[in-house]
Structure formats: C-alpha cells, structure tokens
C-alpha cells in the first residue's frame, strides 16, 4: 500500500461493547497525518460523537505508530506552495478535529502503541486520559528538522511537564519511552505492550458505568478550570453542574437514594448502579 490508500481509508474504526476503536490508519507512513487523514478523522469523530451504542471513545494506530506528527510532504510541502491559504486550510483541519476532541461529548482515552511525535501531542492532549506501550516513543522531534514545536506542541508540553523537562525535550530533539513519559506526566501509565489493549479495556469499561452527563460535566470541568483563577473556577463549578442538572436529574437523584436511603454502594468505592435509573 502506498499513496493512493483512499482518504476513506486513513482512519478505521470499530465500535465494540460500548467502546469505538478508532485508528490512524496510515501504517506505511507510520501515520502521520496528511490533510486526507485529518479531514477524515474529523468525520469519523462527527459520526461517533452521539451514537448511543458509544459510551468511550479510545484513540489508537494501526503498526508500529500512533502516529509519527504531520505529514511532512502532503501537509507542509505540498500544502506550502498552495500560498498562505493552502497553509491555513491544512491547519485549521487538523487544529479542528483536535478541537473537537479536546471538548467531545465521550470520554476519551489515547492508546499509545508506537511512535508520537510532533504534531501527535496535539491529539495525545486532547484525550482525556493517555495510557501507552512502556516501549513507546514519543518526542518533539521538529527541532530536529528545523522548525519549533508548533500546532499546539509546545503549549502541551508546558501543559503537561514541568518546565525543566518541557524545555530539555523541546531543544534536544531525544525521544523518551512511555515508562518517562509516564513519570514526567506526558501520559497516565505505561504498560508492557501486550497487556495495554487490556488495561485501556478496564478503564474503559469502568467509564461506562459512570453516568455520561457527570463525565462530560467532569472532564470539561478539568480543562476549564486549569486557567481559572479558584474565584472564578468556584463559580464556573456552581454553574457548570447546574447545568448538568438540568439535563439529568434522574441520575444524580438515584446515585444518593442508592446510598442514603437502599445502601446498596458506597460513592467513596464506586459507581451507583445506572440501570436501576428511571429513564
Ligand atoms: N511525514 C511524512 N512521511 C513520513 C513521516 C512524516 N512525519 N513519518 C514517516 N513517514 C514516511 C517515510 O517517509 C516512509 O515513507 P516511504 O516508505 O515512502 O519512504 C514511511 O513513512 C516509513 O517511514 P520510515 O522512516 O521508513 O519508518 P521507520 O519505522 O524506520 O521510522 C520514524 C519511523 C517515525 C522514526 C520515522 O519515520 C520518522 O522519523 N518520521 C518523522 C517523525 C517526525 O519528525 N515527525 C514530526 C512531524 S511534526
């Protein structure tokens, strides 16, 4: 397979349990993303976001890749002697389904298996949580051809690391593997390869038993919350589950009956049962 894999074809998805597998699927380029794949992964995220039967949405590569960043010859060769518009196009394609990420309605969690690099820490931070093979690499690598690390590179580095550790990645141009991405915060954890599909299984499973309204509530709340003053992010927090309220009154009203009134679970160690809920 080389270029002429279909635009279609640069993402793959299946949906299983609740869970939609979604894939960068462009393994003979270790897939990197070319505007095709980024226009077709937003689609895909589009046509996922509201499916009923998709409650977690994990995010992984086809290969030996998670993927190896932007495409260095369809998105910024080609797209370069398009003039400045063909340059705002690609990125406001691959900056857009980034964005969506960031604020999806599902949780999400990236499987990290293989290579990440460069424009890769844009979707590695839109996921809500990040688990990945401890043999993994990830890396800034654009200083290495020549460029900075932009596409939102550098704010997720200084969003997730210390700025030691931001700084010595985004200058040096190393790689580190999933076990130090794990501990300098890049990721949740690391595992050894063949046991993270079932790791990022659990977690996901365990997602679906939480009601949706209070995860989507949650994660929204975290991000926000991350550049608010704790003046404004106690009032953002008021509001935020007012909010939540009112699209779901049901739920939070059986989650306290179960433990005040049936004592049937505990909130401090774990979920109340969702299918007792009136709908
Ligand atoms: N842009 C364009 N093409 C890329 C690419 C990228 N980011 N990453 C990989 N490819 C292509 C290679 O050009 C090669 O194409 P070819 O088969 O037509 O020659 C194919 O994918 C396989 O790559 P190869 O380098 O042979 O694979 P590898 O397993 O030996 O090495 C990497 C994997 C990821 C270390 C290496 O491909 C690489 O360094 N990629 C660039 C990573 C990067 O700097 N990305 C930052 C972009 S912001």
Same mark, same amino acid.
């Given at each position: 397979?080389?270029s002429? !894999?279909?635009?279609?074809?640069t993402?793959?998805f299946?949906v ?8 960068? @699927? !462009?393994?003979?380029k270790?897939? /990197?993303?070319s505007?095709?794949l980024?226009r ?8 996922l976001?509201f499916?009923?039967?998709? #409650? ?5 590569g ?11 010859k369809?998105y910024?060769?080609?797209t370069?002697v ?17 964005r969506r ?9 990236? *499987?990290v298996? #293989?290579?990440?690099?460069g424009?890769g820490? #844009?979707? %590695?931070?839109? /996921? $809500?949580?990040a688990?990945?093979a ?7 690598s654009e200083?290495?051809?020549?460029i900075?690390? #932009?596409g939102?590179?550098?704010?997720v580095?200084?969003n997730? %690391?210390? *700025?030691?550790n931001? *700084?010595?990645h985004?200058m040096?141009?190393e ?13 949740n ?13 659990a ?5 679906l038993e939480?009601n ?11 991000r926000r919350v *991350?550049?608010m003053?704790?003046d404004?992010?106690e009032?953002? %927090?008021? !509001?935020?589950?007012?909010?939540? @309220?009112?699209?779901? @009154?049901t739920g ?5 009956k179960?433990?005040i ?9 774990g979920?109340? $049962? ?6």
């Amino acid at each position: 397979m080389t270029s002429e !894999r279909s635009e279609e074809d640069t993402v793959a998805f299946d949906v299983v349990d609740g869970i939609a597998w979604v894939k960068f @699927n !462009r393994p003979e380029k270790r897939n /990197c993303m070319s505007p095709k794949l980024n226009r077709q992964m937003m689609r895909v995220l589009h046509e996922l976001e509201f499916r009923d039967d998709v #409650g977690v949405l994990v995010l992984t590569g086809e290969g030996t890749a998670w993927t190896a960043g932007m495409d260095l010859k369809e998105y910024f060769r080609e797209t370069e002697v398009l003039g400045l518009g063909g340059t705002r196009q690609a990125q406001s394609e691959s900056y857009g389904w980034w964005r969506r990420l960031r604020w999806y309605q599902k949780p999400t969690i990236a *499987m990290v298996n #293989g290579w990440c690099f460069g424009g890769g820490y #844009g979707p %590695l931070h839109s /996921c $809500d949580l990040a688990f990945a093979a401890e043999d993994a690499q990830f890396g800034l690598s654009e200083i290495n051809w020549g460029i900075l690390p #932009g596409g939102g590179a550098t704010k997720v580095a200084t969003n997730l %690391l210390n *700025m030691r550790n931001a *700084m010595y990645h985004a200058m040096m141009g190393e790689n580190i593997d999933g076990t130090t991405a794990a501990e300098w915060g890049l990721i949740n954890e690391a595992i050894p390869a063949d046991k993270l599909k079932e790791r990022v299984t659990a977690v996901a499973k365990v997602l679906l038993e939480k009601n949706p309204i209070a995860l989507k509530a949650t994660k929204d709340a975290v991000r926000r919350v *991350m550049e608010m003053t704790y003046d404004n992010a106690e009032d953002y %927090l008021i !509001r935020a589950q007012e909010a939540a @309220n009112f699209f779901d @009154n049901t739920g939070r009203k059986e989650g306290i009956k179960q433990f005040i009134d049936d004592k049937t679970y505990k909130p401090g160690l774990g979920a109340y $049962d969702k299918s007792k809920q009136e709908k």
